[in-house]
């Protein structure tokens, strides 16, 4: 449970990094958010398989 956890708490924490890494603007055009949001669940996805692969292999 507790490496679930860690896989969790990676996964936002990417997410979280991820969307909040701009100069702090807020983008108003929906493409741009969109875009903006993807990029940051790819991210989240990318930190969370890393952790996830650690996690196992141990």
């Keep these: 449970m507790i490496k679930y956890a860690l896989v969790l708490g990676a996964g936002y924490a990417g997410f979280r990094l991820a969307y ?18 993807g990029l940051s669940l790819f991210f989240a996805a990318l930190a969370a398989g890393l952790t996830y692969a650690a996690v196992m292999l141990h």
């Design 20 to 37: 909040n890494s701009e100069d702090g603007v807020h983008y108003g055009k929906v493409g741009d958010q969109t875009l903006r949001r």
